[in-house]
């Protein structure tokens, strides 16, 4: 017996060392293998050589680039309120791990991009790596703009550096990003920085193609109106199906919600085109988009933008088409004593500029009835609205909107949540109803920047 038992603990003992030296093993490779993910021996490289441009190309391209650099939105994003011009210092702020400053990207050879060559230029654009900083963190949407043509990258080049440089230091980034994790980029780009192409469909119209090229690309609508995953990279899978954002809902812009929302072509491409439009007027981050960008655009690429939102996927622009709402539904799914508190609290605080049909007041405030935003399922925007604020804002077609104060602190959070429940119900069809612990206090909110 003993000598059985002796043999039964040999092969336990073997076993056991078995699986230990298999884990070890493991172990190393896949140190190996994150080293080597960490130096980047995986990361993407997409950029071939590039020599230099001649002066007289440089100059033949800028023209292009200025159209290219606008549908980029590139100096909305690299130009603090009330500064220079592509000097930067645009906080990101990406809670809870820091603030990222959007940088100079003037040519200035000190604190700007005036030392990138051509083929520097095309990687930073292309796969999201900088000539002296290595990985760009990816607040900068090289996810999007991977997909634009050397040609059109060349343009931007040579737009860029036609620009005043500006010897303006670039702010300091913080919490996490004012460390050197640049290099632990390279497992994000792994898992998020897929190797997308310029959509084109020989089927589809050279305006909808164009309009493609520009929304999935340069324009990158995606990266606040789609959903990012827990590592805050963009679900390509559910592209434009709605964001959040700097505490705001971010709305869905597929076609068939912009044609349930009411939007038109003709609506949309002056949505774009001005900031304003019968369905709402942008504010926030796409008020910046419109003042920057899209209004700034030549007409005929707003137009594709558009077109290409719009667009089914049998290839069908739709047409508006809102759904009827309910009234006695709706009065059914709420109270309807709360529901006629919020017509009460609406009338006090809000009539006065809205109207009490919620037509708005020209050159005052925007109509209710018809919002986008008003109809949106996630009430989040209009809550962080309604307690922050709006600040007065000019349009490109010379229309103009008051500021609205915030009413934080005027109203109860019961207050809020009834007002909008009927504003919803009222001018939304929206049956679910805010609840008074979901109207939190904002804190700093974008709204006013």
């Not at 558009?306 to 069908?316: E, N, P, V």
């Amino acid at each position: 017996m003993r000598y059985v038992e002796d043999i039964d603990y040999y092969r336990r003992s073997k076993q056991k060392g078995s699986l230990k030296r298999w884990l070890i093993w493991l172990l190393l490779l896949l140190i190996i293998l994150a080293v080597l993910i960490l130096i980047g021996v995986f990361r993407q490289d997409s950029v071939t050589a590039k020599g230099t441009l001649s002066e007289a190309e440089m100059e033949a391209l800028i023209p292009k680039g200025r159209e290219l650099a606008l549908a980029g939105d590139c100096f909305g994003c690299h130009t603090r309120e009330g500064g220079e011009m592509g000097a930067g210092g645009v906080p990101i702020t990406m809670a809870p791990l820091g603030t990222i400053y959007s940088t100079n990207i003037t040519p200035d050879k000190r604190y700007g991009i005036g030392n990138y060559t051509r083929e520097d230029f095309h990687r930073a654009l292309k796969d999201g790596v900088g000539k002296e900083r290595g990985n760009l963190y990816p607040a900068m949407p090289y996810v999007f703009t991977h997909i634009t043509t050397d040609e059109d990258i060349d343009a931007l080049y040579a737009y860029l550096m036609s620009i005043p440089p500006l010897a303006i230091p670039n702010a300091q980034n913080s919490g996490v990003f004012a460390w050197p994790v640049r290099p632990f980029l390279n497992f994000w780009t792994l898992f998020n920085f897929p190797d997308r192409l310029a959509p084109h469909d020989p089927n589809r119209s050279e305006v909808w193609n164009r309009g493609a090229y520009l929304v999935e690309g340069l324009a990158h609508c995606g990266a606040c109106h789609s959903p990012r995953n827990f590592m805050m990279g963009v679900d390509f899978k559910a592209a434009l199906t709605g964001g959040f954002e700097d505490g705001l809902a971010i709305p869905d812009i597929t076609a068939e919600t912009l044609a349930k929302r009411g939007y038109s072509l003709e609506d949309l491409t002056e949505y774009l085109a001005t900031g304003i439009a019968p369905e709402g007027d942008s504010f926030a981050g796409m008020e910046t988009v419109t003042h920057f960008s899209t209004s700034q655009m030549n007409r005929q690429d707003v137009i594709a933008m558009a077109t290409y939102l719009l667009t089914d996927k049998g290839g069908k622009i739709l047409s508006p088409k809102r759904s009827p709402i309910m009234t006695n539904q709706i009065i059914g799914a709420m109270k309807q004593a709360d529901l006629v508190a919020g017509r009460e609290n609406y009338l006090a605080a809000c009539a006065t500029c809205h109207g009490i049909e919620g037509k708005g007041i020209p050159h005052v405030a925007p109509a209710l009835e018809g919002d986008a935003i008003v109809m949106m399922e996630n009430p989040q925007t209009l809550i962080a609205v309604v307690l922050n604020g709006i600040p007065t804002t000019s349009y490109s077609n010379g229309e103009r909107m008051y500021a609205m104060p915030g009413f934080e602190g005027a109203l109860t959070a019961k207050e809020i949540a009834d007002l909008l429940n009927w504003v919803r119900a009222e001018w939304g069809g929206i049956e679910k109803p805010i609840k008074a612990d979901q109207v939190a206090p904002q804190g700093e909110s974008l709204l006013h920047l």
